[in-house]
């Protein structure tokens, strides 16, 4: 399951990343902005979409690294696992 989440380049984080953004009281379209800018590096010319945000002066502006770490935790995608397969008797 890693490998797939992984198979994106980080771009999975995105959603996470832009809301943690605009949690932050930044207008939604300078944060889409801002995420979609370094997505479309990562999708374009490979670049490493978490690298190309840690370094992206907007957003660190507003989220520390351990903030960024934070949207990049595949864990966020797992934490209802154990209830899922409490429901299905697994």
Do not use: P
């Amino acid at each position: 399951m890693l490998e797939n989440l992984n198979r994106t380049g980080g771009l999975i984080y995105s959603q996470r990343l832009l809301l943690a953004i605009v949690g932050k009281g930044v207008l939604r379209e300078d944060a889409y902005k801002w995420v979609q800018r370094n997505a479309m590096k990562r999708w374009l010319e490979g670049e490493d979409f978490k690298t190309n945000v840690e370094k992206d002066e907007d957003i660190t502006k507003y989220l520390s690294k351990e903030e960024i770490d934070e949207c990049f935790d595949y864990n966020y995608f797992l934490r209802h696992v154990d209830t899922i397969f409490e429901r299905f008797g697994l």
